[in-house]
Structures are given as C-alpha cells and as structure tokens.
C-alpha cells in the first residue's frame, strides 16, 4: 500500500515538472515573439527617423548657406547624431568655431535676445494670432458703422439697430466727423474774413 501511495506521488510530482517546464517554455517562446514584434515594429520608426533627420539636414544647411549668401550673416551648423557619436559640423570646424566664438563673446542679454524654446515660440505665435484677430474685428466694426452712417443719411432712421455698442461706436465717429467739420467752417471763416493784399492796398 505504500509503495502504490509513493508510486503515485512521484507520478504526479513528475507531471507537475513537466507541466512547469511546459508553461516556462511557453512564456519564453512568447517573450521571443513579442521581442521580435517590438525589433520590426521599431526598425521601420529608426528607419523613418534617419530619413527624416537626412532630408531636414539638408533644408537647414541649404537655408543657413542662404542666409549666409544672401544676408552678409555668419552662420554655423552642429549635428549631433544619437546613432554616432561623431559631430558633423558645417561650414569648417574652423569657421564654426570662430562664429561660436564670437557668440560667446557677447553680453548675455544679446546672446539670449532672440532665443526661443518651443514654449516661448508658441506663446509668441498665439500673441501675434490674437494682435491679428483684433485688427481684423476692428475693421469690421468700422464697416458696420460706416454702413449705419450711410443708412441715417439715407433713411434717417436706425430703428432696426440693436447693438448698444454699435450706436455708441456710431456716436463717437460722428462726435469726431463733427468736429473735423466745424475745424474745416472755422478755419474758411478766418480765410474770408483775413485782408487780401492787392498791390499796396487791402482788399
């Protein structure tokens, strides 16, 4: 009876290793798998990447030789590659370090005058879209008041107006439309009233 009890138990103890060793070899032919997805996943981005980064390299060099050309400027261009450790440097590593230089030799509020990160940049493109947005509103508030001056000239009548805003918009270029008028009545009185000299005499 015993040995059937121990018989038994070292079957089953011996199934369980096998069912482990089956399970790890499952998990690490898994592991393999995924690994290998992720490496033919990621070659293709690396792949892209070094397209990209060979293409744009060339734009920036072509722009930096324009400005350089055309501009009276000295320019410089440093690459760092992730890939390699080696630096590519345009024009010379002479001339940059002479352009670099001459950079480092000026004040500070100079060196960072028209320095910029993709924060400061952004904000920059938001104030100047704002300052446009404002200029474009006021000239269609100046279009609408000007129609409603045509229109009291024309019906005398502003009864289908309802924007307060507008009327005193409309109110305030008339104050300065009357004004313009009586300088112009004022300035033609004093001319026909000063003397014309004709000769020796005054007319």
């Not at 018989?7 to 290998?36: F, M, N, P, W």
């Not at 390299?57 to 890939?83: D, M, P, R, W």
């Not at 952004?122 to 001056?149: C, D, S, Y």
């Not at 009327?167 to 009185?189: P, T």
């Amino acid at each position: 009876m015993l040995d059937r009890d121990a018989t038994s138990s070292e079957r089953q103890g011996h199934l369980v290793k096998i069912e482990l060793h089956e399970q790890s070899t499952k998990s690490a032919d898994e592991s393999t798998y995924e690994q290998s997805l992720e490496d033919s996943e990621e070659q293709p981005n690396e792949c892209a990447r070094k397209r990209t980064f060979k293409k744009r390299k060339v734009g920036l060099l072509k722009k930096a030789s324009e400005l350089q050309t055309l501009c009276g400027v000295e320019t410089c261009a440093i690459f760092s590659n992730s890939t390699d450790s080696h630096l590519e440097v345009w024009p010379s590593p002479h001339d940059a370090c002479q352009v670099v230089e001459r950079f480092r030799n000026l004040a500070p509020e100079k060196q960072t005058y028209n320095m910029m990160d993709g924060e400061n940049l952004l904000q920059k493109n938001i104030a100047i879209t704002k300052g446009k947005l404002v200029t474009e509103e006021k000239k269609k508030q100046g279009l609408r008041i000007e129609q409603f001056m045509r229109k009291l000239l024309i019906d005398e009548s502003l009864d289908d107006v309802s924007s307060l805003v507008d009327l005193k918009d409309l109110n305030l270029l008339l104050d300065d439309s009357i004004e313009l008028v009586e300088k112009r009545v004022q300035d033609l009185e004093h001319c026909s009233s000063t003397p014309v000299a004709s000769g020796n005499k005054f007319v």
